[in-house]
């Protein structure tokens, strides 16, 4: 049997801008996984950058509420939403809601830095 906690994983900064912690990964973890799991948050007022993955992508939103926003489409999230996000499609999420927006992060085939691309913000007219 194989356990992860959430608090003995190692917060960073991910590329995309918000606080993750990644629990699982199959170049880090002897599980026979396909995919790479980790939990992130956007704090208050506060969004990701823009970018795209090779891999497809799905939020599980954990607490809080925001704007998902993938490619053109914009959708307000909250608690019990999973948002799957295409591969190449540019991505990001806004935290509009007064608490830390925490949701979970499955990549798959798994997140690798090469395939994660940061992208300018989409001017607003």
Not at 54 to 65: L, P, S
Not at 91 to 118: C, H, K, T, Y
Request: aromatic share 6%; hydrophobic share 40%; net charge negative.
């Amino acid at each position: 049997m194989q356990i992860k906690s959430l608090a003995a994983s190692q917060e960073i900064i991910a590329n995309d801008g918000c606080r993750l912690r990644e629990l699982l990964h199959p170049d880090k973890d002897p599980a026979l996984i396909t995919y790479s799991l980790a939990i992130a948050w956007v704090d208050p007022g506060q969004s990701t950058h823009p970018h795209a993955l090779r891999q497809t992508e799905v939020y599980y939103i954990i607490r809080g509420n925001g704007v998902m926003h993938i490619g053109q489409e914009a959708r307000e999230v909250g608690p019990g939403d999973a948002i799957v996000i295409p591969p190449g499609h540019a991505q990001w999420i806004e935290n509009r809601g007064p608490q830390a927006l925490e949701f979970a992060a499955i990549v798959s085939p798994p997140w690798r830095a090469e395939d994660d691309r940061r992208l300018p913000m989409p001017t607003r007219g």
